[in-house]
């Protein structure tokens, strides 16, 4: 593949300027969808970043990692959870995104969608659905700068919907 000087593929520049048919045509023509540039920014990550929830499908269902590190260390897990969109967050969970994983300041993807205030992206990564308070996996052990926990996050911020949902369960 030919790549830019910064390391960037095609279909990293076509994810990074939302040109979706350009994205779906190297996917399509079997381009690396784990390609980043020096920055580590996959054309997945972007895809997040843009809020393209069919971009995101497309990279996944062909391959796309969703647990590549950006060189400051974040994963598309942390993208989604500064953007806010729970559906992308299921998505990339479902693909075997990594809720424990943390970037280079030490968050957990819970973590930092809590401090950006997303609590429908926190719920997802808390493992709470929507209809019943039920947790799965050690992600409560979440903690952030300070040492605070989600359930500490969440109250601070005022999300009583998920502090809730995680006293219940």
Not at 107 to 117: D, N, Q, R, S, T
Not at 122 to 127: I, K, L, S
Not at 130 to 147: C, F
Request: glycine share 12%; charged share 25%; net charge positive.
């Amino acid at each position: 593949e030919v790549r830019r000087r910064d390391g960037s593929t095609a279909l990293v520049i076509a994810a990074k300027q939302g040109r979706a048919s350009v994205v779906s045509a190297l996917v399509k023509g079997r381009a690396d969808v784990n390609a980043s540039g020096s920055d580590g920014v996959t054309a997945l990550i972007y895809a997040v970043r843009n809020g393209d929830r069919d971009q995101v499908d497309e990279l996944i269902d062909a391959g796309a990692d969703p647990n590549r590190r950006t060189a400051g260390g974040e994963t598309a897990l942390h993208v989604a959870a500064r953007k806010g969109d729970p559906e992308i967050a299921l998505r990339l969970v479902d693909a075997g995104g990594d809720r424990e994983r943390t970037n280079a300041q030490g968050l957990k993807p819970l973590v930092v969608a809590l401090e950006a205030g997303n609590d429908a992206v926190a719920r997802v990564y808390a493992g709470v659905s929507s209809n019943e308070a039920m947790l799965r996996g050690p992600i409560l052990t979440a903690r952030g700068e300070g040492g605070r926990t989600a359930l500490m996050f969440g109250a601070s911020l005022g999300l009583r919907n998920f502090v809730k949902a995680l006293v219940d369960a």
